[in-house]
Nanobody
Framework: QVPLVESGGGSVQAGGSLRLSCVVS????????MAWFREVPGKEREGFAY????????DYVDSVKGRFTISQDNAKNTVYLQMNTLKPEDTAMYYC????????????????????WGQGTQVTVSS
């Protein structure tokens, strides 16, 4: 098991910033693909930012490139999502996920193939 706990969500005006945190309990030396997903009611949960813990290789979907940054702090067993220039369409429940497969593999496989999930944190961006 790899318990994940997100925090840092909240309400912000368009153009503002938030930083989400995902604390990974029971961290081992094993490498993981850490990812951030988001979900709005009526739509599928979508992954948009990925980092492979061993290489620190990152990947983003186009809608967040240049605005969001995923990073990790091994000393704190924490993965971060820095979100800048937020837009109302970024409003969603945000989830942290982890899987031992390479990000290039599991991101293409999709949400059901991520083994571990946090409980989510709400982000609301007002115009």
């Amino acid at each position: 098991q790899v318990p994940l706990v997100e925090s840092g969500g909240g309400s912000v005006q368009a153009g503002g910033s938030l930083r989400l945190s995902c604390v990974v309990s029971g961290y081992t030396s094993r490498s993981y693909c850490m990812a951030w997903f988001r979900e709005v009611p009526g739509k599928e949960r979508e992954g948009f930012a990925y980092i492979y813990t061993r290489t620190l290789s990152t990947d983003y979907v186009d809608s967040v490139k240049g605005r969001f940054t995923i990073s990790q702090d091994n000393a704190k067993n924490t993965v971060y999502l820095q979100m800048n220039t937020l837009k109302p369409e970024d409003t969603a429940m945000y989830y942290c996920a982890a899987d031992p497969k390479y990000c290039t593999v599991v991101s293409a496989m999709g949400r059901p193939y991520f083994h571990y999930w946090g409980q989510g944190t709400q982000v609301t961006v007002s115009s």
